[in-house]
């Protein structure tokens, strides 16, 4: 079974969590965990840059699912960047794009954090 | 076998007689015959081995009950010193005239008394060598039998030399030899290993015999060397005297052996008794472990055994709960909770033994208690000497508890503490290592005990969760259409397999009104259980609202609606709708988040995916804004193919199935029928991933139109 890793890294206001692997059922709870420890630290500008994931399941999406609402109440979000044609088709066919902001470089989203900020 | 010994009896009698015919008319005529004295003699030691011979083939007894054999055979030497006492007092005129070494008797009646008395001492002397030979050979070591037939052959040897001699003559050599075989007889009454394996009250007994029979024997070694009895015994027979002499020294040499070696293994005799002990209960636990099934019961007879092995006053055992499964088996009233800085968990007290919980709570609260934080934060016995005294205990310093010592014990699995074995005595310092010793042995087969009935218990409820999984696929395997409506213009055909037990696919066909069908395919997020429920309620709800609403569209958007309460935020469902009218083969599409359909119109292969979201992501106008309808007009020939993402996402090492190859199969079997063009592209996605089972459900729907018949 492929491995699923989670970095975060910080951008001022932003965190960045940097996806790498398999995202499915079992690996999911990694996932989770991350969300979970930025959301109880108060940081609720996330961007998920998805460069290294190579796939993604229907658990995997849940767990965005999970976390936006309480994100978005705190006015955050979760931003979706680089991910590869494959993973954004999965995205995509749920009807992702229409939920999530999901942009092709991580600079973008990170300007749209700092724009809105303004 | 009887009848050797009917004959070896009779031969033994036959002969015994035939000697006292032989000496009364010795006696009355005076004979001399060339060597008749020797052949005498050969008829006495003849008729002594047959009589050996017939209690040989007699009854083989293992010793078992040696206390009580020892006291047979000093009831019977008593009984003979007694009466050849009585014989030789009351009966007058047996005497014996000396003549050139040889002995007369005088009168008849003292050829019946040597007769008769020569006999009683032929048994007793054969019986007392039996029963020493039987206790020399018992546990026997390389070397024992050898030293054993020395002593015979020494004792024969003596015996013989006599032969030629005259009854009141002595000679250098049978000395020498006598002498030798004495040594023997102390060297062979050195075996007494049987001493140590007696009770204690059978060796007071023992000690008591040994020291009546040496006594006995004593007595009859003075009679049978002086006075008149010597002289009976030397004119029957010179050569039997040596033998029933020497065999009763040997016994008497044996006999305060055994007295002297039973006095100093008496101060040893209650340990060894514990030892046995010990060593018997933890055979009986063992077996136990194996077979117990019970917990309670197990725990009880861990406790009980305890309490009989180290003689122990009190005794209990707490177990240490790990999950909810085992709460049910338990009396309520006896789990407590515990909360220390060291440890929380709940206890359960088992096995009580002369003791109630109210004290134990009193000496070791069970809310914390220094004592068990002792135990788990470093699993060893730990003993008390003092109960009162130490600090550990009975914090509180409550009055009323009861004295003595303690001895507390960790149950260890995997360096773990499962459990917590305690035994109490009433008296201070009652616990010494071997004590200590014991009480883990006992924990440890409690441990093993107690994870053993886990274990049953563990592979109990995977046996029952498998019965209920079995149940769930049944039932969903029967939420699936058990056959596929037929029409004259439209072919469909339909698998579905789920990767586990039980799976979130769902595919179904609803005949709408007279002339329009309604497919769905649907997959819910997630496996197992929770998909599979979810599955059952999509099924529901696309039954209900098909035949209310038309469009597909307007069905997606009350599904959504409906869905969205009672979905688990994290889930969500993806679906397909087509809607076909039979007569004309228009097809309508909506999809929400499902993988778009697959239209094959002969070389003009497309996926056809109008926008849409999965059910259950967002609720309301965001929803219905992001559903689209397509329509499209099916030719004859044409063939749509529905299927969940465990179609495309099918894998090969890191390989997927994917879109592409999908439209391969469409196009190499576009001219089969429903039924060809499922089975072709099924093979292939299994031959595709031949070396991996499915990792999600699969689930194919092939609709062809074939047009106006």
Known sequence: MSEFNVQQREHGEISVLDLKGYLDAHTAPKLEDAFQDLLAAARFNIIVNCRDLSYISSAGLGVFMAFIEEVRKNEGDIKLTNMTPKVFNVFDLLGFPLLYDITNEEAEAIRKFTEKRK | ?709
């Open chain 2, 1 to 709: 076998m009887k009848w050797k010994r009917i004959l070896a009896l009779g031969g033994a009698m036959f002969l015994g007689v035939a000697i006292l015919a032989l000496d009364v008319v010795r006696s009355s005529v005076d004979i001399e015959i060339e060597g008749l004295l020797t052949a005498r003699d050969i008829l006495v030691l003849t008729a002594f081995f047959l009589l050996y011979l017939f209690l040989e083939l007699s009854e083989k007894t293992r010793i078992e009950q040696t206390v009580k054999k020892l006291g047979l055979i000093l009831v019977l030497s008593v009984v003979v010193t007694l009466v050849t006492t009585a014989l030789l007092m009351f009966t007058t005129d047996i005497s014996f005239e000396a003549k050139e070494g040889f002995l007369n008797p005088l009168s008849y009646k003292t050829v019946f008394a040597a007769s008769f008395l020569n006999l009683g001492f032929s048994l007793l002397a054969l019986l007392i060598f039996r029963f020493l030979r039987d206790l020399i050979l018992y546990k026997r070591r390389r070397g024992t039998r050898r030293n054993l037939i020395i002593l015979v052959v020494l004792m024969a040897a003596t015996a013989a030399s006599t032969m030629f001699l005259r009854p009141v003559d002595s000679g250098i050599v049978t000395s020498v030899l006598f002498g030798t075989a004495v040594i023997a007889m102390v060297a062979n009454s050195f075996r007494l290993s049987w001493i140590v394996y007696l009770s204690k009250r059978e060796k007071v007994f023992g000690l008591i015999y040994a020291f009546l029979l040496f006594g006995t024997l004593t007595v009859l070694n003075v009679m049978t060397q002086t006075g008149l009895l010597n002289q009976i015994l030397l004119y029957y027979s010179h050569p039997l005297k040596e033998i029933v002499g020497q065999t009763l020294l040997f016994g008497n040499i044996y006999a305060g052996m055994a007295f002297v070696s039973t006095l100093f293994h008496l101060p040893t005799a209650e340990a060894f008794e514990k030892k046995t002990t010990e060593i018997s209960s933890l055979h009986t636990l063992g077996k136990l472990v194996t077979r117990v099934f019970d917990f309670n019961e197990l725990l009880d007879t861990v406790t009980t055994m305890t309490l009989q092995v180290c003689e122990a006053k009190a005794c209990w055992i707490e177990i240490v709960h790990q999950g909810e499964g085992e709460e049910g088996k338990a009396d309520p009233g006896a789990v407590y909770e515990y909360r220390s800085k060291v440890r929380s968990c709940r206890l359960r007290v088992a096995g009580l033994r002369n003791i109630r919980s109210e004290e134990i709570e009193l000496l070791l609260p069970f809310g914390e208690s220094s004592m068990r934080d002792e135990i788990f934060l470093e699993p060893k016995p730990v003993v008390v000497d003092d109960i009162a005294a130490d600090e550990r205990i009975n914090t509180n310093r409550k009055k009323g508890i009861r004295q003595g010592s303690m001895v507390v014990v960790p149950l260890l699995s995997h360096d773990e503490v499962i459990g917590i074995l305690y035994a109490i005595k009433d008296t201070e310092q009652g616990f010494f290592k071997d004590d200590v010793d014991v009480v883990s042995a006992f924990a440890d087969q409690a441990t093993i005990a107690i994870e053993n009935s886990r274990l049953i218990d563990k592979s109990l409820e995977r046996e029952r969760l498998m019965r209920e999984m079995m149940l769930a696929q049944e039932m969903q395997k029967r939420l699936l259409p058990q056959s596929l409506p037929i029409f004259p213009t439209i072919q469909l055909d339909a698998v579905s397999t789920p990767a586990f037990e039980v799976g979130g696919d769902y595919y179904d066909v609803v005949q709408l009104e007279k002339e329009r069908i309604g497919i769905v395919v649907g997959d819910v997020s997630g496996k197992g259980l929770s998909a599979a429920f979810y599955m059952s309620e999509v099924k529901g709800i696309f039954q209900s609202l098909s035949r209310i609403h038309s469009s597909p569209g307007t069905l997606l958007e009350r599904a959504n609606d409906v869905l969205s309460d009672s979905i688990d935020r994290r889930s969500f469902i993806s679906l397909i709708y087509a809607v076909v009218d039979t007569r004309t083969g228009k097809l309508t599409l909506s999809r929400a988040g499902h993988c778009p359909m697959l239209h094959v119109s002969g070389n003009d292969i497309r996926y056809v995916r109008p926008s849409g979201m999965g059910l259950g992501l967002s609720r309301g106008k965001a929803f219905s804004d992001s559903i689209q309808e397509e329509t499209l007009q099916l030719k004859p020939g044409d063939s749509c193919v529905f299927y969940t993402d465990g179609l495309t996402e099918a894998r090969n090492g890191d390989d997927e199935f994917g879109y592409e190859r999908l439209i391969d199969c469409a196009r190499d079997f576009r001219n089969m029928d429903a039924t060809g063009i499922k089975q072709s592209i099924l093979g292939r996605v299994q031959s595709f991933s031949a070396n991996q089972s499915l990792h999600d459900d699969l689930t194919l729907l092939v609709l062809k139109w074939v047009g106006k018949p």
